[in-house]
């Protein structure tokens, strides 16, 4: 029978699936495993089962095609934790999970622009910590989102979603991306621009942008400076996008109102982080796919990807389907 190794626990009804296709080892710890065990199952198994915060090297790569490692599927959108081209150049085909968490990581980018907003967060935790002010007109005062402008940096499924959920605020849409999308512009009736002018000009700024080249470090000092005077930074896509150091300098001097981020670099946020002990920041921890329904999907696919990759045929999902013209 083949074996699979699993980098942590899936909810049980994927489980039992996936037992039916393979014998399955789980990683039993929260935390992903370690480089050397990576290694050390590669060379065991047929399949790795991954999620996003593994580090699938190549060297890892490498070990498992030199053994038996015939796919890689992994529970979640972005895989740039995994080394695309050594897979490829492998001929190991690489699962993932497309198109089914838009929805879902729409909703919490949104609900962290509103909690950030309106200072929710600094307003439960003062309740928590006995702390009730007398009512004041500038107690816990927020920004008002509707009819603000709301700009959104990358606009495929996820920026489109946060836009359809601007239209009911009678928010102002502006985007960029590489590509300008007119279908999508005329749908949300949203307006594209530079990246300068989107910084200048909006209340709210959200990420939704894939991590590449050149969206690593894509906020920073430059352009944090540029943004209006109180806006608020949302980023669900990736932490590398940002210059934390840069976001701390600027919320500490008072340029930007608020931060809400859901990813961070490294994760966990480390302790010491200056943004912890900032009140008017929220971060969650990478939840952004987080509803039972999402996840319980993304398993079965992350499921439908091993069973293919383990019988020889094409994955359903993948990530690198140039390695079918790789594959002997």
Not at 170 to 190: C, G, I
Not at 193 to 200: H, I, N, R, S
Request: aromatic share 6%; with cysteine.
């Amino acid at each position: 029978m083949k074996k699979v190794f699993l980098t942590r626990k899936i909810f049980p009804e994927a489980m039992e699936r996936l037992s039916r296709a393979a014998e399955v080892e789980v990683w039993p710890e929260s935390f992903p495993p370690p480089l050397e065990v990576l290694l050390e199952k590669a060379r065991l198994a047929d399949g790795l089962m991954t999620m996003l915060s593994d580090p699938i090297t190549s060297e890892v790569i490498q070990v498992g095609s030199q053994n038996h490692l015939k796919v890689i599927s992994q529970m979640a959108v972005g895989y740039d934790n995994i080394a695309l081209p050594a897979a490829t150049s492998a001929g190991i085909p690489v699962g993932n999970t497309p198109g089914v968490l838009t929805e879902t990581t729409a909703d919490l980018a949104w609900a962290l622009l509103m909690a950030a907003a309106r200072r929710v967060v600094e307003g439960n935790n003062e309740v928590h910590q006995g702390i009730w002010r007398a009512w004041g007109p500038d107690v816990l005062c927020g920004v008002d989102i509707y009819g603000a402008t709301l700009g959104l940096i990358g606009f495929g499924r996820i920026g489109q979603a946060m836009a359809a959920r601007a239209k009911g605020f009678n928010m102002r849409v502006l985007y960029t991306q590489r590509h300008r999308d007119l279908a999508a512009e005329e749908k949300y009736q949203a307006v594209f621009v530079p990246l300068q002018e989107l910084l200048m000009q909006s209340d709210f700024v959200s990420l939704h942008a894939y991590l590449s080249d050149e969206t690593r470090g894509l906020m920073g000092a430059t352009q944090f400076k540029l943004m209006k005077p109180g806006a608020i930074l949302i980023n669900t896509a990736r932490g590398a996008m940002i210059d934390q150091a840069a976001l701390a300098q600027s919320l500490l001097r008072g340029k930007l109102a608020a931060a809400a981020l859901d990813v961070y670099i490294p994760e966990p946020i480390p302790q010491y982080s200056p943004l912890l002990k900032m009140p008017q920041v929220i971060i969650t921890p990478h939840i952004g796919s987080a509803s039972r329904k999402t996840r319980l999907l993304m398993a079965q696919m992350t499921v439908e990807n091993m069973e293919a990759g383990l019988a020889g045929k094409r994955l359903p999902y993948c990530a690198n389907p140039e390695v079918y013209g790789n594959l002997k």
